[in-house]
């Protein structure tokens, strides 16, 4: 490939990928416009993509890597019923019937079988940092999606073993592959961590050489392994695998994760650049057709599936449709099987294209749920609103999860009475398995205030969670009962600025306390001499002060930066100035202490 490709290449990635992720389509399909953009079929810039393909497939041979380094025994063995159930029945519910399908449309069983296979897997690299950006990685259906991923990304190496061991994939492998396992399984561990152990005590730290050390085991033992017929993924699988449980499976990860993520990227420009854009174009309703057919009946499949075996609405609905997408290996055997004659070229095109399809129509799916289906679904299991049947408390207490909680037990504690509000049904339902008294209600909506009896309150304690509802109540509040006090709670500066613009004077910032507790902690810690007291009361005179100021300028982000950015060279500047006033003090023999250290505030 020439420089000129290259930099195309680089152009288009730094181009289309940021934009797609900007407006949640996912990197994934950036990759594969970009590679649409600079293939034979777009810009024509590289002509060949099976060049491209070919150095690629390092990418998905690293996230194999990963894959294996994952497989720690103590977590599978936590996860064993997700991914070897919940995994193994997804294959199944997808898998069967699509091969059913193929054979009954002129498929060879064989081939028929390696489809449904294909078509069953789900794309790694797009779910699992959509999950993270989501911070839904740790909920329910987030784990069970992640159980169900590793059970598909672990299937395709005996998978892709079975191809080569008969010869689909080219020369059926012999003896030589099976010493080679047997060498890798026995041999690979001790001989890999004396290899990293090496390193890391005659390379000075050195995170270059590591990452090196890293990438000569992987891809080693996956070059071995392709050279007695078995595949290069499978090798560094098992390299992962032999590492899972080591001393330096973070540093592994840490080391391989830059290489993968590029390489994996370029995977899939050059899957973008093989899409037979004359084929999109001759047979459009065809191939958009299999593509919406692939999500459809994967998500049905999935949805279905859980629900059958106990999973609700809620649960079953996001895993279907998060893995309803065809996934990154399916370019994979659908590539083994055209090689091995299993599939021709038309049919391993228009599979190829097809999938390809249904990942670009996936972040879509999702948008449909988050905006419609979800709101919809929500609105219609939900219970009534509760009706408050008591007369007005002192405290009105609006979101009851966990700042609210605490406000209610000291108040509880004190013998003071109040009225607790939440706009979650399910954590109305959890409080009051505890004894609590609360409302279901959403606090946004004038009428629930006025049941409230907001008007008779001497405090409102405004500790809901989310941003745009906590801002909507106060702006409420201060409109229709402006005579009631109002403490509020703000989730993190900006939040607070904009409570302060309604009004609101009387605010903290939820992490405030802990963060400068955890702050003259450490300056305790790495600087006993220093008087941390006296730091953390400068450091929070001053932070009043500047809040202040930023909410002068709050909507002007250019004088924003520039105050803020002058605000931490004035910071260093007083703390120096204190320091040096107080060894001057000490010096002379004072003891007496600057008067203008003002009281700590939150």
Known sequence: MSATALLTLLAASVLLVPLFKRFGLGSVLGYLVAGIAVGPYGLGVVSRPESVL???????TLLMFLIGLELQPSRLWALRRQVFGLGALQMAGVALPVAAIAAALGLGWTGAALVGVALAMSSTAYILPLLAERRELTTRFGRETFAILLFQDVSVIPILALLALTGAGGQAPGWPALVALLIVA???????????????????????????????GAVGIGVGLNGVGLS??????LAGVLLADSEFRHELEAAIEPFESLLLGLFFIAVGMGIALPLVMAEPLQVLGLGAGILLLKALSLYAGRRLIGGDDALSRPLAILLACGGEFAFVLFTSARSGGLLDGPTAELLTVAVAVSMALAPFLLILNDRLIQPWARNRQAPPFSTIDEP?????IAGYGRVGQIVGRLLNAQGVAFTALDASAEQVDF???????????????LSLLRAAHVQDARLFVLAVDDVEASLKIAELLRTHFPDVPLLARARNRTHLMRLRELGVKDVLRETWGTSVELGRRALQTVQPEVDADRVVALFTAHDLRVLDRQQAVFHDRAALIALSKNARAELEDILQGD???????AAEGSSEAPKTVPDGAA
């Open 186 to 216: 026995l041999a690979g561990r001790p001989v890999l961590a004396t290899m990293f152990r090496y390193v890391a005590r005659f390379g000075g730290g050195n995170r270059e050489l590591f990452a090196a050390a890293a990438l000569l």
């Open 579 to 585: 320091a040096q006033l107080h060894l001057t003090t």
């Open 392 to 396: 007005g408390q002192p405290v009105v």
């Open 232 to 237: 290069a993924s499978l090798g560094a699988f």
């Open 54 to 60: 070919h150095t690629a497939e390092l990418g998905v």
């Open 431 to 445: 409080v009051r398995q505890f004894g609590n008294k609360i409302y279901y209600g959403d606090a946004t909506r």
